[in-house]
């Protein structure tokens, strides 16, 4: 499997004496569709827009998946897809599909996605097995993926 490094991740910097510069978030180039991509130590995979995609056996030893939805459960691209902990953006991701996965370690972490200006956010926690889910409902303001 190939994985390259990807432009799209931004962390916070530090100058003089530590003090952490917090960057604004631009939207990060597209991601190829079902092609994991590293940022740094981080991987991350957009996939999901068919039954295929979705049923990739590759897709379930991601610790961590995010379900892009409308609110009658219709899936949603389009979205800006960024992880962040302890206030640090660690990846953000513009996906043209409904699933974003992120290999992640372990610990608790912040997901925000947007789609058309409209925003969602929650927590996810990243066990040491298995795969957390989150899903983010947007109740309007997005188009569905068809």
């Known amino acids: ?12 910097l530090s100058v003089g004496l ?6 604004q978030i631009d939207r990060a180039p597209p991601f190829p569709i079902d092609t994991p991509m590293r940022m740094r130590a981080i991987e991350a995979v957009c996939t999901g827009v068919n039954a295929d995609a979705r049923n ?18 219709r899936f949603l691209s389009g979205a800006q897809v960024t992880v962040t902990k302890d206030d ?9 599909g409904p699933w974003v996965l992120f290999r992640l370690p372990q610990g608790a972490y912040r997901v925000t996605a947007q ?14 097995s298995g795969q957390a889910k989150v899903i983010l409902r947007f109740a309007g303001g997005a188009a569905p993926k068809r």
């Open 1 to 12: 499997m190939r994985t390259a490094i990807h432009a799209a991740v931004l962390v916070g």
């Open 18 to 23: 530590g003090t952490p510069l917090h960057a």
């Open 56 to 73: 990739d056996p590759r897709w379930a030893s991601y610790p961590l998946k995010i379900e892009l939805v409308d609110a009658a459960g």
């Open 88 to 96: 640090e953006a660690l990846a953000s991701v513009n996906c043209a």
């Open 115 to 128: 789609i058309e200006g409209v925003s969602r956010t929650t927590k996810a926690n990243v066990g040491g």
